[in-house]
C-alpha cells in the first residue's frame, strides 16, 4: 500500500520541480541587463535576447490594455476562459487535460497554421501555473511543456515544445492594465534563412497582444469574473488569504 501511495505522489512531485524550474528560469530572464529593443509600436514594445543555451532568440513583451483592469484581462486570456477564442486569431483552440492543484494544470494548446502553411499547425502540452498577488491583483502564468499519456501525439501535427515561458498582467495607474511576457520558441522550418525565421516569432508575438487589444478595447466586450479560473478565481484566493 505504501508503494502505491509513492506511486501516485511521483507524477505529482515531478510536475513540482518541473514548475519551478521554469520560474526560476523566466524570472531570472525577465530581471536581466541583457535586453535589446527590437521593435516599438504604439500597442507596444518587443525586445530580444540571444539564449545562452540555444541558438535561438528569447523575446520580452510589454503592452499597456486602457480601462480594463487584471481581473478583466485575465478572464479574457486565461485559457479555461470563455473569451480566449473570440480574439485569439492563432489559436486553432485550447483544452484542459489534468488538473494538478488549485493553481496548476495541464493544458492543450493548439494554433494553426500561417503563412500559406509555410509554419505548420502545432500543438503543445503544457504544464501551467497561474498566480495571484493578494496586495494588488498581479496575476501570472509560467509555462513549460511536459510529457503526457493522456494527450497522445497525431500523425499530420507538429508537437511543439514550449521552453519556460511567463506571462504577467499588472495594474497600470488607476484604471489601465501592463502586460508583461516573455516566450522563447523553435519554429524548425527546413530550408527557411535564420534571418526569416528570427522574423517570424516577434512577429507572431505583436499579433497576439495586438489581437488582445483590440478585443479589450472594444465597449461591447462584457467580462464576467464570476467563471472559475485555475489560480485566477477571486474565490480561491480570498479563500486561501482566510486560511493564512
Not at 490594455?65 to 487584471?70: D, E, G, M, V, W
Amino acid at each position: 500500500m505504501m508503494s502505491s501511495c509513492a506511486e501516485s505522489e511521483q507524477p505529482t512531485n515531478d510536475y513540482e520541480a518541473m514548475i519551478q524550474r521554469a520560474e526560476s528560469r523566466v524570472f531570472h530572464l525577465l530581471h536581466s541587463l541583457e535586453w535589446q529593443l527590437h521593435t516599438e509600436k504604439k500597442t507596444g514594445s518587443i525586445w530580444s535576447m540571444k539564449c545562452n543555451l540555444m541558438d535561438n532568440y528569447i523575446f520580452r513583451y510589454e503592452g499597456r490594455i486602457p480601462n480594463r483592469s487584471c481581473a478583466e484581462v485575465s478572464a479574457m486570456i486565461h485559457p479555461e476562459g470563455l473569451h480566449r477564442q473570440k480574439w485569439d486569431s492563432q489559436s486553432a483552440g485550447t483544452s484542459l487535460i489534468e488538473d494538478i492543484g488549485f493553481d496548476t494544470s495541464i493544458i492543450l494548446h493548439k494554433t494553426k497554421s500561417r503563412m500559406m502553411g509555410l509554419i505548420s499547425a502545432r500543438e503543445t502540452v503544457d504544464l501551467c501555473r497561474f498566480t495571484t498577488d493578494p496586495i494588488d491583483g498581479t496575476r501570472s502564468v509560467v509555462m513549460v511543456s511536459v510529457e503526457s499519456e493522456k494527450v497522445p501525439q497525431k500523425s499530420g501535427v507538429v508537437r511543439a515544445q514550449t521552453y519556460p515561458t511567463l506571462l504577467l498582467i499588472s495594474p497600470l495607474g488607476a484604471t489601465d492594465t501592463k502586460i508583461t511576457a516573455i516566450l522563447q520558441a523553435e519554429l524548425f522550418l527546413q530550408g527557411i534563412p535564420h534571418s526569416v525565421v528570427d522574423s517570424l516569432m516577434p512577429k507572431g508575438i505583436s499579433n497576439f497582444f495586438d489581437d488582445l487589444i483590440k478585443y479589450a478595447s472594444n465597449d461591447s466586450t462584457k467580462v464576467s469574473l464570476n467563471h472559475s479560473l485555475t489560480g485566477w478565481s477571486e474565490g480561491i484566493e480570498a479563500a486561501k488569504i482566510e486560511q493564512c
